[in-house]
């Protein structure tokens, strides 16, 4: 089986590679549809984040992590950075992101009314996993152009460097991974 083996939340996982280039792969990690696996990770990084006002995720696959993590924080809502600009979207705010998981440049928009519900609040910016920290970076430019304070870094999963920041909290480190020529992949240790 050529795949790797993930433990997170007391759950196992196995992640299929994706190719980033001819010798660089990454683990494939989709929590979004893990009921099991996000309602285990969800307690543990709760307490991790502790409290704030908000939680924002980028859409799409924080979505069902952020409602869970809002549940046990006590929050009535929460915040999707969205990927594309809706008809019902109004005074939205804009910013470009590249993230290791996608070919092209994206677009995160913030809806007009969602900005108003963080302005001058404190908020977590939540997200699957962290590699690049792109996404993040386009997330905060977004809260922070909206007029809220980022008083917390989360996501399930730090890959590769991301581990290494003394910015974000996770549960569990996510290597990248050299690809062989014989098309097997080995493990790039920290």
Same mark, same amino acid.
């Given at each position: ?25 990454? +683990? ?17 990084? +709760? ?6 006002? +908000?939680?924002?995720? @980028? ?21 999707? @950075? ?65 007029? @809220? ?12 460097? +991301? ?28």
């Amino acid at each position: 089986m050529n795949k790797y083996c993930l433990e997170v939340a007391g759950l196992k996982r196995y992640l299929s590679y994706v190719d980033i280039n001819d010798e660089l792969a990454f +683990a494939s990690f989709v929590v979004i549809s893990d009921t099991e696996l996000v309602s285990a990770a969800a307690p543990l990084l +709760a307490e991790k984040i502790g409290r704030c006002d +908000a939680i924002v995720t @980028a859409e799409a696959k924080g979505i069902a992590l952020a409602y869970e993590i809002s549940k046990i924080l006590g929050l009535k809502e929460f915040i999707v @950075a969205r990927k594309s600009e809706k008809s019902y979207m109004k005074d939205t705010l804009e910013v470009a992101v590249k993230s290791i998981t996608t070919s092209s440049v994206q677009h995160l928009f913030l809806d007009g009314s969602d900005r108003e519900k963080i302005k001058g609040k404190e908020v977590c910016l939540l997200d699957d996993v962290v590699s690049t920290g792109d996404s993040l970076k386009a997330m905060e430019e977004l809260v922070r152009e909206a007029g @809220a304070k980022v008083v917390r870094k989360a996501a399930i999963l730090a890959e590769g460097d +991301a581990a290494d920041r003394d910015d974000l909290v996770y549960l569990e480190y996510l290597p990248l991974f050299h690809k062989n020529e014989d098309g097997s992949y080995e493990e790039i240790k920290r």
